[in-house]
């Protein structure tokens, strides 16, 4: 597709169940991003996938969350037993990845809408 | 690790004026990349501008300019003849390295509105 594509737009769950968020990066994107945003705060960074090699899952916030990349393209971002503080904007970002060189690879990383997840 | 502060939540200007965003940022690193991005009420974050740390130069990019201030660690973002369209959040984003292979660090960002 021309650009990141994100699903569901929006999701309404109940506390405990789990839930999946999916993400399809633009087309030869190598590095995939996952941010969370909650009401009045920036990005936070959950988990970074770059090519072939182990990610970065430095920023998940528990076990209860995880992410994979099959095929190094589509993205799914799995929240078990959700609670209510889960509930935010899940954005997901891809970009060219490493190697940034001035008027090639610019580093810009493309956003896809979020998909807004309400856990009641 | 690093860090990104956006001092001021929220900022109006009239349209066809000059506002400035700020921005600091905290790091031990010497070369890195710094970025702002907008982000509509749509949702959709976009790439205003980005400066390499190595560059003196600061970047411009048609209205949009940054002051980039290596030692003081600080760079904010210039907005000149604001138009409407230009309400949205802003968020300031760092990025260590020269590889770019290492995830973004965002701001809290801030809501800018233009006011006709």
């Known amino acids: 597709g021309a650009g990141v594509s994100q699903s569901p737009s929006n999701k309404v769950t109940e506390k405990g169940k789990d839930v999946e968020l999916r993400c399809d990066p633009i087309s030869g994107h190598t590095a995939l991003y996952w941010y969370r945003q909650s009401l009045g705060q920036g990005l936070e960074f959950l988990i970074y996938f770059q090519g072939n090699s182990a990610p970065d899952k430095s920023g998940l916030p528990s076990d209860r969350f995880s992410a994979e990349r099959t095929g190094g393209s589509v993205s799914t971002l799995t929240i078990q037993r959700t609670q209510q503080e889960d509930s935010a904007v899940y954005l997901c970002?891809?970009?060219?990845?490493?190697?940034?060189?001035?008027?090639?690879?610019?580093?810009?990383?493309?956003f896809g809408e979020g998909s807004r997840l309400t856990v009641l | 690790a690093q860090t990104v502060t956006q001092s001021q939540p929220e900022m109006s200007v009239q349209e066809a004026e000059t506002v400035t965003l700020s921005c600091t940022y905290d790091?031990?690193?010497?070369?890195?990349?710094l970025f702002w991005y907008k982000q509509p009420p749509s949702r959709q974050m976009i790439l205003v501008i980005r400066?390499?740390?190595?560059?003196?130069q600061n970047a411009t990019e048609n209205r949009f300019s940054v002051n980039f201030q290596k030692a003081a660690k600080s760079f904010s973002l210039k907005i000149s003849d604001s138009q409407l369209g230009d309400t949205a959040m802003y968020f300031c984003?760092?990025?260590?390295?020269?590889?770019?292979?290492?995830?973004?660090?965002f701001g809290k960002g801030t809501r800018l509105s233009v006011i006709a």
């Open positions: 400066q390499e740390a190595y560059k003196q």
């Open positions: 984003a760092f990025m260590k390295g020269l590889s770019g292979n290492t995830p973004l660090v």
């Open positions: 970002a891809s970009s060219l990845g490493p190697l940034l060189k001035a008027g090639a690879n610019t580093g810009e990383l493309f």
């Open positions: 790091t031990s690193e010497n070369n890195y990349y």
